[in-house]
C-alpha cells in the first residue's frame, strides 16, 4: 500500500496546476469550487485577513462571501498587493 501511496503523489505532482503554488506531493491545496464547506460562511481567519488585504488594495470589504468566494478573492488581492506571496 505504501508504494501504491508514492505512485498516486507522482502522477497527482505532474498535473498541471493554475497559479497554485504547492510542495510536491501535497494535496493540500484543491480548489475552491470543489469544497464540500465552500458554500458556508467565510471563516473569522478568512474575513480578517481579507479585510486586511482589501484595506490594503483599497477595495472593499465584502463581509458575506462564502469560504470559496473569500478564498479567490483572497488570491487575487495577494496578487494584486504583492501580501503573502511566496518569493
Not at 501504491?4 to 496546476?17: L, M
Not at 471563516?43 to 477595495?59: F, P
Amino acid at each position: 500500500m505504501e508504494n501504491q501511496n508514492k505512485d498516486h503523489e507522482s502522477v497527482k505532482g505532474n498535473e498541471p496546476q493554475e497559479d497554485k503554488t504547492t510542495q510536491k506531493g501535497s494535496n493540500t491545496v484543491k480548489d475552491p469550487d470543489e469544497w464540500t464547506t465552500g458554500d458556508e460562511p467565510m471563516t473569522g481567519a478568512q474575513q480578517s485577513y481579507l479585510k486586511t488585504l482589501s484595506d490594503e488594495a483599497g477595495e472593499e470589504f465584502n463581509e458575506s462571501l462564502s469560504k470559496a468566494e473569500a478564498s479567490k478573492k483572497i488570491d487575487e488581492l495577494q496578487h494584486k498587493t504583492g501580501r503573502g506571496l511566496k518569493e
